[in-house]
């Protein structure tokens, strides 16, 4: 079992900035494919940014140029970087680790933007 863990999230004003982390513990993020996605109220989860393991990156096209994701193999983590916050990001974001059939999530961490 990996256990998946969110921090950084809080109110930001619009154009303001946040980085968010996951710690995994039970897993290396270096085998697996790590994602952050967000889920906002009455809305589907979708994906915002993923790293492979052999750091093939991707982002939705919404933050695209404002969001950065990275990982830190001594620190087993992965970071979201969120620049030039707009209202619309706001939302829960969750961490993924995804390894073969094994997928898990960590509870979520929420993001406010205020205008």
């Known amino acids: 079992q990996v256990h998946l863990l969110e921090s950084g999230g809080g109110l930001v004003q619009a154009g303001g900035s946040l980085r968010l982390s996951c710690a995994a513990a039970?897993?290396?993020?270096?085998?697996?494919?790590m994602g952050w996605y967000r889920q906002a109220p009455g809305k589907q989860r979708d994906l915002v940014a993923s790293?492979?393991?052999?750091?093939?990156?991707n982002y939705a096209d919404s933050v695209k140029g404002r969001f950065t994701i990275s990982r830190d193999n001594a620190e087993n983590s992965v970071y979201l970087q969120m620049n030039s916050l707009k209202p619309e990001d706001a939302a829960v974001y969750y961490c993924?680790?995804?390894?073969?059939?094994?997928?898990?999530w960590g509870p979520g961490t929420q993001v406010t933007v205020s205008s």
């Open positions: 993924s680790y995804v390894f073969g059939e094994y997928s898990f």
């Open positions: 039970g897993g290396r993020v270096t085998v697996a494919t």
């Open positions: 790293i492979t393991r052999d750091s093939s990156i």
